[in-house]
């Protein structure tokens, strides 16, 4: 019988006699007909489309943290509004103001010393926090890994920094006056829009971490590709030593292998999932590296070495994110071998 979703992407499948996914163009195959999907579609264009999409939604969700962060940050933090008779409002930085029908408006900064204190730390990590937001998205334009960094600090730093703010009042004014604060002073969104901005970077740290795992094999790997190509031509066309020329090619038959052997783990990670893992055979991968190993020079040996018991540990892992963090090793070092050979011929 024909899955009800699709193994690939989880769409929903409306029909059992389904024979291509309408979502991911995943070939859906009876399992009495083969054990493991066909690919219609290139993979590399799938997963460089849902990077497209974590990346572009965790930075408007960084974006819309900062943003509502700032403005809750300039507006009352605690209000009462007793209809035009009395109205208090301070901010969460410590200034206040207070109106009072017949009397006139006062304003003022906290002045207990600790209160103050506690307002200024408070202060101090919000900004810091909706500032390290904005920054995410910088880091997300340039296409920098860190941005889940980033997010994360913020979803940390603004829940942290308003509960402090919160407790402390009411904790001091509980041991010193014997009374509640924030009965009195309600919280308001100067308060509230630093959780709201902390629980709108808590997605985009997900999303910017998905886009972090998967930016560097994707994009290594097609520069390496045309770095490849181009060294290609230039060592058939440059007039070297046939010695020299022979080990040259040697070694970018090493690289070229390695590179497919990259590519072949890539393709199968998008499928490796809790519920498909099963189906999904690294072996092919392997021999790519054991064909490496074999063709390897002395300087290139450890290195395939190394990289063969990192495509066993993803054979025995068989876990998304480790085989991803396996792959910007193996990749970091092609990156090496191919550098190699352009110090040779420059």
């Known amino acids: 019988m ?11 499948l409306d029909s059992e006699d389904i024979k291509i996914c309408p979502n991911c163009k995943l070939a859906i195959i009876k399992p ?4 493991q999907p066909e690919r219609i579609s290139q993979p590399k264009v799938n997963i460089k489309a849902k990077k497209r999409v974590w990346k572009n939604s965790s930075m408007l969700m960084l974006l819309l943290s900062s943003v509502i962060g700032f403005i809750a940050f300039f507006t009352p933090s605690a209000s009462f509004h007793l ?44 900004l810091l926090g909706n500032t390290i937001a904005f ?9 920098k890994d860190y941005a889940h960094i980033l997010a994360g600090t913020t979803t940390v730093m603004l829940t942290g920094s308003s509960l402090f ?33 902390a629980a709108i970077s808590l997605p985009a740290f997900f999303l910017s971490r998905k886009t972090s795992q998967y930016s560097e094999p994707l994009e290594k790997e097609e520069h390496q590709e045309k770095v490849y190509n181009m060294l290609k031509r230039i060592i058939e066309n440059k007039i070297l030593p046939e010695t020299i020329k022979t080990r040259l090619k040697k070694e ?11 590519a072949d783990i890539k393709e199968k990670i998008v499928s490796l999932t809790p519920e498909y893992q099963g189906g999904i055979d690294f072996n092919e991968s392997l021999n790519y590296f054991r064909q490496a190993l074999e063709l390897s020079s002395v300087s290139q040996e450890n290195i395939s ?21 396996y792959l910007k090793e193996i990749s970091s070092h092609t990156t090496e071998l191919i550098g190699e050979i352009f110090k040779y011929l420059n």
Request: glycine letters at 8%.
């Open 2 to 12: 024909c899955p009800n979703y699709c193994p690939e992407c989880g769409n929903p």
């Open 32 to 35: 009495e007909l083969s054990s």
């Open 83 to 126: 209809l035009n008779l009395y109205s208090w409002d301070m901010w969460m930085y410590g200034y206040n103001i207070i109106f009072e029908s017949g009397v006139g408006t006062h304003v003022f900064w906290i002045g207990n010393s600790e209160l103050l204190t506690f307002s200024i730390f408070s202060s101090i990590f919000v």
């Open 135 to 143: 920054f995410g998205v910088i880091s997300l334009l340039r296409k």
């Open 165 to 197: 703010y919160l407790i402390s009042f009411e904790v001091y004014f509980w041991i010193f006056m014997g009374d509640t604060f924030w009965g009195v002073l309600p919280p308001s969104f100067g308060f509230y829009g630093q959780l709201i901005a």
């Open 252 to 262: 970018m038959e090493v690289i070229s292998l390695r590179l497919k052997g990259v």
């Open 305 to 325: 070495k190394v990289d063969i018991q990192l495509v066993e540990q993803i054979i025995i892992d068989k876990d998304k994110n480790k085989a991803l963090r």
